[in-house]
């Protein structure tokens, strides 16, 4: 192995020039397929095919129909809904709503529906018409039919008529990419059309299109912003470090071509870029430092020992090989681990950076020592970075052999101590919070819980057992039973049912007597009203999205303000147990819709993560052994390449207590990275005790000497790298860079004072 290793570095000094250009034409043909690199903007891509929520979900959509939408929230400055000039304009914004593109439905106060009766006839009509005009008696009238229907209060006004909703769905092309961005662009220009023609009134638009559009919208802030700060926090780290002009723009020609071709190689496997992996570039840029800083540290230090440039290049390749491709095969293999996630922009994110890992390998390997050997290399011995020099180093493993007993005690205590933080941990989100409030959507939606009705929804089909059966007495009571239950459940704010409908054209048939708002006696009358009162509604005010084909279910919805991903699982699960308590068999459903598809995801990610990560601490572990042909030394590396991700966990339960969506893939993503140090410093140790038949505290003083530095550069780098990710604007990227710094800076820890002290204590045997 030793003659193959001398061999290549020889080999790569020979063909420098080839070398070089065979590298760069092969980056230039992968970064050829980032032109095809697109930007998804549906808030589905997070659920695989296999997601038994989702395809609930998309059953429930099959028989009723989508709710894609835009909702405008409304609120006039005087804190009055109810005057003509308000009216008007929201009479005015509903009429131009129909022209957003693909809108399908319209629903506002001004053209709600309502109903009563006349000479032992059903009305129904536009609350409000003509608002300019209307007299003090019909606004008072308005105002009070408005506040006391159960249909628009917490839905489309608030109880106080402060503010009031305006609610467009769309029905956009299938498979359109475009159609989302062109949505948004549309209404965002409205809005501005409409605020500058009414500035006493504001307007906050939330809803379905505009959450998919800031997905979007977050993916490139993130790439527009976090790569040239990651980009100049790398110049930043890897100059003050090697401080050394060559050797600063040799790794960042590397580090621009390892991301070019992960991202490349993306383009060219049609994978589009959502807000998770959209920081691929990033992390690519982070990991690609580490292998040009092990070389490069090497170099230097043995051409401050008084190596010729070549030699050097030659000895550095020899001493660096074998710990990084180990390095990077394991970060691979960590990464590609992140297939296994139930959500697909995981699985994409795994795949670009493992990518990008083995590019930046070869890369290393082949480029970097070719362009060392042509770019001139000053060295002098106060800036090298091992051996004898590192001083620091040098008194570090003085440290830690002259206490290794304690250091020993001390770390298996803290390692214990924080894993037990774990047992705080509970499996918990809100995908609202995971946009911060730079983005317009997440303030809007808040205004909207705070001021009208709930965002999360979830939605109930609920089957009457046979065709027509809607109009059944029996089944109306359940639903309206079913819904008054869940009208009293915390943080339920409206309950959207067809019982309240049938319930007011009861009372209309009935000259609009009070004493008649409940469900008619009989099916045949309950048919009949709701018939009459369906070729009484204008266009695009149809009951398709409430009720089935053949009328034997009707659709439910739950809205729900400020509540967890555990808040709704809870909530569903009391309403199973409700339904099976209290209703016919053929009713009893699960509940839908994406706030619950989100409500679990976390919890199905995690379990799916948790075998994975397993699987790819055996794999990694069994390489190790291998490569470093030692069983015991193999098994001993297991602490602290497992420990640190275990105590990161801990931390968050005792600060936090929350673990989401974003968390969930912290174990693959950190396990093959912070195995990178524990190999460099194994690789050195075994070193130093197969070649020179060192005892295990010299051998640990090698590894420190000779790596030490270098260990210290890469993980700067790398905690600087994912501390970058903490300012993006979507939150799932933000938690994952906060927990991925602190599980390497532990990492850290665990190599320069735990591992050794554990060497020295295990580690008593000869080994060949």
């Given at each position: 192995?030793?003659?193959?290793?001398?061999?290549?570095?020889?080999?790569?000094?020979?063909?420098?020039?080839?070398?070089?250009?065979?590298?760069?034409?092969?980056?230039?043909?992968?970064?050829?397929?980032?032109?095809?690199?697109?930007?998804?903007?549906?808030?589905?891509?997070?659920?695989?095919?296999?997601?038994?929520?989702?395809?609930?979900?998309?059953?429930?959509?099959?028989?009723?129909?989508?709710?894609?939408?835009?909702?405008?929230?409304?609120?006039?400055?005087?804190?009055?809904?109810?005057?003509?000039?308000?009216?008007?304009?929201?009479?005015?914004?509903?009429?131009?709503?129909?022209?957003?593109?693909?809108?399908?439905?319209?629903?506002?106060?001004?053209?709600?529906?309502?109903?009563?009766?006349?000479?032992?006839?059903?009305?129904?009509?536009?609350?409000?018409?003509?608002?300019?005009n209307?007299?003090?008696?019909?606004?008072?009238?308005?105002?009070?039919?408005?506040l006391?229907?159960?249909?628009?209060?917490?839905?489309?006004?608030?109880?106080?008529?402060?503010?009031?909703?305006?609610?467009?769905?769309?029905?956009?092309?299938?498979?359109?990419?475009?159609?989302?961005?062109?949505?948004?662009?549309?209404?965002?220009?409205?809005?501005?059309?409409?605020?500058?023609?009414?500035?006493?009134?504001?307007?906050?638009?939330?809803?379905?299109?505009?959450?998919?559009?800031?997905f979007?919208?977050?993916?490139?802030?993130?790439?527009?912003?976090?790569?040239?700060?990651?980009?100049?926090?790398?110049?930043?780290?890897?100059?003050?470090?090697?401080?050394?002009?060559?050797?600063?723009?040799?790794?960042?020609?590397?580090?621009?071509?390892?991301?070019?071709?992960?991202?490349?190689?993306?383009?060219?496997?049609?994978?589009?870029?959502?807000?998770?992996?959209?920081?691929?570039?990033?992390?690519?840029?982070?990991?690609?430092?580490?292998?040009?800083?092990?070389?490069?540290?090497?170099?230097?230090?043995?051409?401050?020992?008084?190596?010729?440039?070549?030699?050097?290049?030659?000895?550095?390749?020899?001493?660096?090989?074998?710990?990084v491709?180990?390095?990077?095969?394991?970060?691979?293999?960590?990464?590609?681990?992140?297939n296994?996630?139930?959500?697909?922009?995981?699985?994409?994110?795994?795949?670009?950076?493992?990518?990008?890992?083995?590019?930046?390998?070869?890369?290393?390997?082949?480029?970097?020592?070719?362009?060392?050997?042509?770019l001139?290399?000053?060295?002098?011995?106060?800036?090298?970075?091992?051996?004898?020099?590192?001083?620091?180093?040098?008194?570090?493993?003085?440290?830690?052999?002259?206490?290794?007993?304690?250091?020993?005690?001390?770390?298996?205590?803290?390692v214990?101590?924080?894993?037990?933080?774990?047992?705080?941990l509970?499996?918990?989100?809100?995908?609202?919070?995971?946009?911060?409030?730079?983005?317009?959507?997440?303030?809007?939606?808040?205004?909207?819980?705070?001021?009208?009705?709930?965002?999360?929804?979830?939605?109930?089909?609920?089957?009457?057992?046979?065709?027509?059966?809607?109009?059944?007495?029996?089944?109306?009571?359940?639903?309206?039973?079913?819904?008054?239950?869940?009208?009293?459940?915390?943080?339920?704010?409206?309950?959207?049912?067809?019982?309240?409908?049938?319930?007011?054209?009861?009372?209309?048939?009935?000259?609009?007597?009070?004493?008649?708002?409940?469900?008619?006696?009989?099916?045949?009358?309950?048919?009949?009203?709701?018939?009459?009162?369906?070729?009484?509604?204008?266009?695009?005010?149809?009951?398709?999205?409430?009720?089935?084909?053949?009328?034997?279910?009707?659709?439910?919805?739950?809205?729900l303000?400020?509540?967890?991903?555990?808040?709704?699982?809870?909530?569903?699960a009391?309403?199973?147990e409700?339904?099976?308590?209290?209703?016919?068999?053929?009713?009893?459903?699960?509940?839908?819709?994406?706030?619950?598809?989100?409500?679990?995801?976390?919890?199905?990610?995690?379990?799916?993560?948790?075998?994975?990560?397993?699987?790819?601490?055996?794999?990694?572990?069994?390489i190790?052994?291998?490569?470093?042909?030692?069983?015991?030394?193999?098994?001993?590396?297991?602490?602290?390449?497992?420990?640190?991700?275990?105590?990161?966990?801990?931390?968050?339960?005792?600060?936090?207590?929350?673990?989401?969506?974003?968390?969930?893939?912290?174990?693959?993503?950190?396990?093959?990275?912070?195995?990178?140090?524990?190999?460099?410093?194994l690789?050195?140790?075994?070193?130093?005790?197969?070649?020179?038949?060192?005892?295990?505290?010299?051998?640990?003083?090698?590894?420190?000497?000779?790596?030490?530095?270098?260990?210290?550069?890469?993980?700067?780098?790398?905690?600087?790298?994912?501390?970058?990710?903490?300012?993006?604007?979507?939150?799932i990227?933000?938690?994952?860079?906060?927990?991925?710094?602190?599980?390497?800076s532990?990492?850290?820890?665990?190599?320069?004072?735990?591992?050794?002290?554990?060497?020295?204590?295990?580690?008593?045997?000869?080994?060949?």
């Open positions: 192995m030793k003659h193959l290793e001398v061999s290549i570095g020889y080999w790569v000094i020979k063909y420098r020039w080839w070398l070089i250009a065979a590298t760069l034409l092969i980056s230039a043909a992968a970064a050829g397929g980032m032109r095809y690199l697109t930007f998804d903007n549906d808030l589905r891509a997070f659920f695989s095919e296999e997601n038994p929520q989702l395809q609930a979900l998309e059953a429930l959509e099959n028989t009723y129909n989508k709710i894609d939408n835009v909702y405008f929230t409304i609120a006039p400055k005087d804190g009055n809904v109810f005057t003509r000039e308000t009216l008007a304009a929201i009479e005015e914004l509903t009429e131009s709503a129909w022209q957003i593109p693909y809108s399908s439905r319209v629903d506002s106060i001004t053209n709600f529906q309502h109903t009563r009766s006349e000479d032992d006839e059903l009305i129904v009509e536009d609350l409000v018409t003509d608002a300019l209307l007299s003090d008696e019909a606004l008072q009238r308005i105002r009070e039919t408005a006391s229907e159960p249909r628009l209060v917490n839905q489309q006004i608030s109880p106080s008529g402060h503010v009031t909703g305006l609610n467009v769905n769309i029905l956009p092309p299938g498979n359109s990419k475009d159609a989302v961005p062109e949505i948004a662009a549309y209404v965002r220009k409205m809005v501005d059309d409409f605020q500058r023609k009414h500035p006493r009134i504001d307007i906050y638009l939330a809803g379905a299109i505009m959450f998919d559009n800031a979007s919208e977050a993916t490139r802030d993130d790439m527009k912003t976090l790569i040239p700060v990651m980009f100049a926090v790398l110049v930043t780290v890897i100059g003050l470090a090697l401080r050394s002009y060559t050797g600063t723009v040799a790794t960042l020609i590397i580090i621009l071509l390892s991301m070019v071709t992960g991202m490349g190689l993306a383009g060219w496997l049609g994978i589009a870029l959502t807000p998770a992996s959209g920081i691929a570039p990033t992390i690519i840029l982070t990991l690609a430092v580490a292998d040009s800083v092990h070389i490069m540290a090497t170099v230097y230090q043995q051409m401050s020992l008084g190596r010729p440039k070549q030699d050097a290049v030659a000895e550095s390749l020899r001493l660096n090989l074998q710990p491709f180990l390095t990077s095969i394991t970060t691979a293999i960590g990464f590609l681990t992140m296994f996630s139930d959500a697909p922009p995981f699985r994409d994110l795994g795949n670009i950076v493992a990518m990008g890992v083995v590019a930046a390998f070869f890369y290393s390997i082949f480029f970097l020592p070719s362009m060392l050997v042509i001139p290399i000053k060295v002098r011995k106060i800036t090298a970075t091992g051996g004898k020099f590192c001083h620091a180093c040098d008194r570090l493993a003085d440290f830690v052999i002259r206490r290794r007993q304690p250091i020993f005690w001390i770390m298996a205590v803290l214990v101590t924080l894993v037990s933080g774990m047992a705080k509970e499996l918990n989100d809100n995908f609202l919070k995971y946009f911060s409030k730079k983005y317009d959507i997440r303030r809007a939606t808040d205004f909207m819980q705070e001021n009208l009705r709930g965002w999360d929804i979830i939605e109930y089909s609920l089957d009457s057992g046979e065709p027509g059966g809607i109009h059944e007495p029996a089944f109306l009571n359940k639903v309206e039973e079913f819904a008054l239950w869940y009208s009293k459940q915390p943080k339920v704010t409206f309950v959207s049912t067809l019982t309240d409908t049938i319930k007011t054209l009861n009372k209309n048939m009935h000259g609009d007597d009070p004493a008649y708002y409940r469900i008619p006696e009989s099916r045949e009358l309950a048919a009949q009203y709701l018939l009459l009162y369906e070729l009484s509604l204008p266009f695009g005010q149809d009951l398709n999205n409430r009720i089935n084909v053949d009328k034997s279910s009707t659709r439910m919805i739950v809205f303000e400020h509540t967890t991903a555990k808040d709704q699982r809870q909530m569903d009391k309403a199973r409700w339904l099976k308590n209290n209703a016919p068999p053929h009713m009893f459903t699960y509940g839908s819709g994406l706030s619950i598809i989100w409500a679990h995801i976390s919890k199905r990610n995690i379990e799916s993560m948790l075998g994975a990560s397993f699987g790819a601490l055996v794999l990694i572990s069994a190790l052994i291998f490569a470093l042909r030692s069983f015991r030394i193999g098994i001993i590396s297991l602490l602290p390449n497992l420990a640190p991700a275990f105590m990161a966990f801990g931390i968050w339960g005792i600060l936090v207590g929350q673990v989401g969506l974003g968390l969930s893939v912290i174990v693959s993503l950190t396990i093959g990275i912070v195995v990178d140090d524990t190999i460099h410093f690789s050195k140790y075994l070193r130093a005790r197969r070649e020179e038949n060192a005892e295990p505290t010299t051998a640990v003083r090698y590894a420190f000497n000779t790596v030490g530095t270098a260990m210290w550069v890469t993980t700067l780098a790398l905690v600087a790298g994912f501390s970058v990710l903490t300012a993006s604007g979507y939150n990227n933000a938690q994952m860079g906060l927990l991925s710094a602190i599980t390497i532990l990492a850290l820890l665990l190599d320069f004072f735990f591992l050794p002290s554990l060497l020295m204590k295990i580690d008593g045997k000869d080994i060949k």
